[in-house]
């Protein structure tokens, strides 16, 4: 079993859908990271949290720390969205971030 | 804007051949890693590097070794190229938060 376990593994939706990623982890972790890739370009860090909520524009990510487990949610999808949704735990002390799968997101207009 | 440079975005090989890619970040960092993304598999850690002539195996280091004679710099070397070596191939620094090239897709003929 990966230590870092994301859900789906694609996902389709309709422009406007309101749409959830989940990822759930088995190490304890000092911090949660979502990052997106868009088709052919490179990684890019969304939200780095380690308690409660953030939120940048229509994008929001959540973590419950007991249940060890966070989502990314998109309000208002849009084709553009489009991407591979990633996440990563980092671990305590100067150890590399251990990720997930991917989630590949595709938003039809 | 801080970056870390990937020295070629495409590359095709021929079996046999040493491959080096090479990395390049402007950020100071102390931390330097080496990944391959595959369809499915997600991020894979081949190589990690804390300091200067320092590395770290990662989760899949057989076939390749690296080089970090600078700070800046950390270079990828696959020895003996093979088929199975056809990957996406991501070089990123930093600590908490990572920094990613924008990747070599490197083909291995």
């Known amino acids: 079993k990966n230590e870092v376990e994301q859900s789906p593994q694609n996902l389709t939706a309709q422009e406007g859908e309101f749409i959830t990623i989940n990822c759930s982890y088995s190490?304890?972790?000092?911090?949660l990271h979502w990052l997106q890739q868009h088709p052919g370009g490179g990684i890019v860090s969304l939200f780095m949290?380690?308690?409660g909520k953030k939120k940048h524009g229509r994008l929001i990510a959540t973590i419950n720390i007991q249940e060890k487990h966070s989502s990314l949610h998109i309000t208002a999808s849009h084709p553009r969205d489009s991407a591979v949704y990633i996440c990563?735990?980092?671990?305590?002390?100067?150890?590399?971030?251990?990720f997930g799968k991917g989630t590949r997101l595709s938003v039809i207009a | 804007d801080v970056k870390v440079t990937q020295s070629s975005r495409y590359l095709v090989k021929r079996t046999g051949e040493k491959v080096f890619l090479e990395c390049v970040q402007d950020?100071?960092?102390?931390?330097m890693f080496w990944y391959r993304q595959d369809p499915g598999l997600g991020l894979r850690l081949i190589y990690f590097?804390?300091?200067?002539?320092?590395?770290e195996k990662g989760d899949i280091p057989e076939g390749y070794s690296v080089s970090r004679e600078k700070k800046e710099r950390f270079s990828l070397i696959l020895e003996s190229a093979s088929t199975n070596q056809t990957s996406m191939y991501l070089c990123?620094?930093?600590?908490?938060?990572?920094?990613f090239g924008s990747g070599t897709r490197l083909t291995v003929v």
């Open positions: 990123a620094s930093g600590i908490d938060g990572y920094t």
């Open positions: 190490v304890g972790i000092s911090a």
């Open positions: 949290l380690s308690s």
């Open positions: 990563a735990a980092s671990r305590s002390g100067n150890t590399p971030l251990v």
């Open positions: 950020m100071d960092h102390e931390n």
């Open positions: 590097s804390y300091d200067v002539k320092m590395k």
